[in-house]
């Protein structure tokens, strides 16, 4: 397993300002993704986030809004921008030890904006 | 992309009575992984069992098995023996691994109350 942690744990912010969530794993990892948690909704994936690269974003997702950093294997970042009452959701990160195991889950952030 | 459908939104069982949830996907990998997860009031997302679509033999998770049916495409998982903790949102999720991605897709979940 891993023992993931994510902060914020929670956050309530104004629209049009942007929330910077970061995700640290207790060893290093292979893979680390981003995942939103719209209210009464599944996980739906936001991105890939690629050591010392560019993200691989999902389908309806985009950098401008969503940029994620991972400056190494155990540390992620992802940064809401410009954010409307639409974003408002938990936000997840996974990660993932070898290619083909299970993900698994940090705590998640409840992000809510007003 | 993997579609996946969890036909029962809610299900409800009696405390050490078993239960099963359904799930149906469409892949066109041949080699993949699926998962059922967890979700808990306090959100975390937990692991409760996994099954490599190669093996034929369904996985088995202490109180918790699947029943895996790869020409069918159907992963249902059943609780025996259910106890107040079950009590949880559960998720089916295939996961694509052929390109190295290891991406998860969820269902939309079933909502599992146990009843003392």
């Known amino acids: 397993s891993a023992v993931i942690s994510q902060k914020p744990s929670r956050d309530i912010c104004q629209r049009g300002t942007s929330l910077t969530i970061q995700c640290q794993v207790d060893?290093?990892?292979?893979?680390m993704f981003w995942y939103r948690q719209q209210p009464g909704q599944s996980l739906t994936l936001i991105a890939t986030?690629?050591?010392?690269?560019?993200?691989?974003?999902e389908s309806g997702f985009v950098i401008d809004k969503f940029p994620i950093s991972r400056p190494n294997l155990t540390f992620s970042t992802l940064t809401v921008s410009n954010m409307s009452p639409e974003d408002s959701s938990i936000y997840l990160c996974?990660?993932?030890?070898?290619?083909?195991?299970?993900?698994?889950f940090g705590p998640g952030t409840r992000l809510t904006v007003t | 992309a993997q579609t996946v459908t969890q036909s029962q939104p809610e299900m409800s069982v009696q405390e050490a009575e078993t239960v099963t949830l359904s799930c149906t996907y469409d892949?066109?990998?041949?080699?993949?992984?699926l998962f059922w997860y967890k979700q808990p009031p306090s959100r975390q997302m937990i692991l409760v069992i996994r099954?490599?679509?190669?093996?034929?033999q369904n996985a088995t998770e202490n109180r918790f098995s699947v029943n895996f049916q790869k020409a069918a495409k159907s992963f249902s998982l059943k609780i025996s023996d259910s106890q107040l903790g079950d009590a949880a949102m559960y998720f089916c999720?295939?996961?694509?691994?052929?390109?190295?991605?290891?991406?998860?897709?969820f269902g939309t979940g079933t909502r599992l109350t146990v009843i003392p």
């Open positions: 996974s990660v993932v030890r070898e290619v083909g195991y299970e993900q698994y």
């Open positions: 060893s290093q990892v292979t893979m």
């Open positions: 986030a690629n050591q010392g690269s560019e993200a691989t974003y």
């Open positions: 892949t066109s990998e041949s080699d993949y992984y």
């Open positions: 099954q490599e679509a190669y093996k034929q």
């Open positions: 999720a295939p996961s694509t691994i052929q390109t190295g991605a290891n991406n998860l897709f």
